[in-house]
């Protein structure tokens, strides 16, 4: 007769034995799943890296309606500090209102290039991320926007729906070593954004640590974004100047210490 005392210990002591088996081996249909899933991963990753880099080409020679067909139908876009644009429609409006109509001009200039890109799928394959640094050269001068854009897979399609590109660095041909020109904002040039800023923010000399859609790579943490971050920095913290600069970088108007913006 069995003892209840020995099935007890014959079920604390399974988990242990359980443990101590080898893992069933893998089957060929399993294996290739995970494949299958890892190969999907890398083409995705590829498919959205692609689709920025398209971007910055039709940036290049104001191809402005195939640029906003890159975008979801309720995507935002925020450039600079320009202030936030709601849909697809609206993209389009700014790009041909802001920049002129679609098509190149003589003697016009806008080398959109892209460096640095690291992207990222979500787990169930319908979300993607990019942190991404442009170096635009213009007419106007010199810009440096840094990107954190979101993407979405719809209908086994990827498609911009979140473009955010705050700038590090705004110069004349001069360069940023004499002449650093401030952000933009809401009224420096049409059309009117549909909703302020998200961030208000200054250009070099300051500087303004855009918040990463990843953790560290090797560690796993998460890099903190504190809100006293948010702005302005000149200075050590804690500092006089910095705690001007700071206050500075969250005046709306986008004024800054240095520099100012053309007159046209």
Do not use: C
Request: glycine share 10%; proline share 9%.
């Amino acid at each position: 007769m069995i003892h209840r005392t020995h099935i007890v210990a014959a079920l604390l002591a399974a988990p242990a034995l359980l443990a101590a088996m080898p893992a069933p081996a893998q089957t060929a249909q399993e294996k290739l799943a995970e494949l299958d899933k890892r190969i999907t991963r890398l083409e995705d990753m590829n498919a959205i890296e692609r689709l920025q880099r398209t971007y910055g080409y039709f940036v290049d020679k104001s191809q402005w309606v195939p640029l906003s067909e890159l975008f979801t139908e309720d995507a935002t876009l925020e450039i600079g500090g320009k202030g936030l644009f709601l849909g697809k429609k609206r993209v389009l409006e700014y790009m041909q209102k802001a920049f002129g109509m679609d098509g190149t001009k003589r003697g016009g200039l806008a080398n959109h290039m892209q460096f640095q890109p690291i992207p990222d799928i979500s787990a169930d394959g319908k979300t993607g991320w990019i942190r991404a640094r442009a170096f635009v050269m213009s007419n106007g001068g010199w810009g440096l926007p840094l990107y954190e854009n979101e993407y979405r897979k719809e209908n086994g399609v990827w498609k911009i729906s979140r473009l955010t590109g705050p700038f590090t660095m705004y110069t004349s041909w001069d360069g940023w070593g004499k002449w650093a020109m401030n952000n933009t904002w809401p009224d420096k040039f049409d059309p009117p954004p549909d909703l302020p800023p998200s961030t208000v923010y200054l250009t070099y000399p300051a500087y303004y640590i855009i918040p990463f859609h990843y953790p560290n790579p090797v560690s796993g943490k998460p890099f903190p974004i504190l809100k006293a971050d948010i702005g302005a920095h000149a200075g050590v913290p804690g500092s006089a100047v910095q705690e001007q600069w700071s206050k500075t970088g969250r005046v709306v108007d986008g004024t800054q210490p240095i520099g100012q913006p053309p007159k046209d």
